[in-house]
């Protein structure tokens, strides 16, 4: 960690850091002084994404969930720049919050953004998106709620499709074209997606709505 990251979580981790604590549901009421819809997202990585969208979304109340710890100090130093009294962050893994502290049908979206593809094929039983695990996020999600998801891997997008169109729970977007979404407005780009659309990448954007 930075000499700037650890400041931030010692200075800002009382405040924005929430702890796991098992079979204890959230109540975002309480921790955000405000009712406004809950997006988690998982994985922030460094959380500069993260942070923007916070900012332009001042009117919901977002979660993140990372396990990395320069990555909660980098996010945890954003969120004291921009004043973003509307973000808080886990560190803890991201089935075991969901499972234990996040209600069923409580969460307005969820943001999963350039997870770890895994692409050599002896691998893939290690991503991220499941059906299990896309099961789960079905059930966190109320009725309208949407889970959208973003990766730079085609081979991943193509798997992220064909797990997410196989959860009943879930319907693809009426704009989505040959199965992918639009890019959301609010879905700024990160250093780490600049890098990789210099080098060609493609990017793939899916929304999927709770029915």
């Known amino acids: 960690m930075s000499p700037?990251?650890?400041?931030?979580?010692?200075?800002?981790g009382p405040t924005f850091l929430l702890p796991f604590i098992h079979a204890e549901p959230l109540n975002a009421a309480t921790i955000f002084c405000?009712?406004?819809?809950?997006?988690?997202e998982i994985g922030f990585g460094m959380g500069e994404a993260t942070a923007a969208i916070a900012r332009t979304l001042a009117?919901?109340?977002?979660i993140g969930i990372e396990v990395h710890t320069p990555g909660v100090g980098a996010l945890l130093k954003l969120i004291g720049e921009n004043n973003l009294d509307n973000l808080r962050i886990i560190q803890h893994d991201a089935?075991?919050?969901?499972t234990n502290?996040?209600?069923d049908d409580s969460l307005a979206?969820?943001?999963?953004?350039?997870p770890d593809p895994w692409p050599k094929k002896r691998h893939h039983k290690r991503r991220l998106i499941q059906p299990a695990f896309v099961r789960l996020l079905g059930r966190k999600?109320?009725?309208?709620?949407?889970?959208?998801?973003?990766?730079?891997?085609?081979?991943?997008?193509?798997h992220m499709l064909e797990v997410l169109a196989g959860e009943p729970a879930l319907e693809n977007t009426p704009d989505a074209v040959n199965g992918f979404a639009p890019r959301p407005h609010y879905r700024g780009s990160s250093s780490f997606e600049?890098?990789?659309?210099?080098?060609?990448?493609g990017v793939w954007d899916l929304l999927f709505l709770k029915k």
Request: aromatic residues 10%; without cysteine.
């Open 59 to 62: 009117d919901r109340n977002f």
């Open 101 to 103: 502290m996040v209600p």
């Open 95 to 98: 089935v075991d919050v969901l």
């Open 4 to 12: 700037a990251q650890m400041r931030a979580v010692d200075t800002l």
């Open 141 to 158: 999600l109320h009725s309208g709620g949407y889970l959208h998801l973003a990766t730079d891997w085609e081979d991943y997008a193509h």
């Open 34 to 40: 405000r009712h406004a819809p809950l997006i988690i």
């Open 109 to 114: 979206g969820v943001h999963i953004f350039f």
């Open 194 to 201: 600049r890098k990789g659309l210099a080098k060609g990448h």
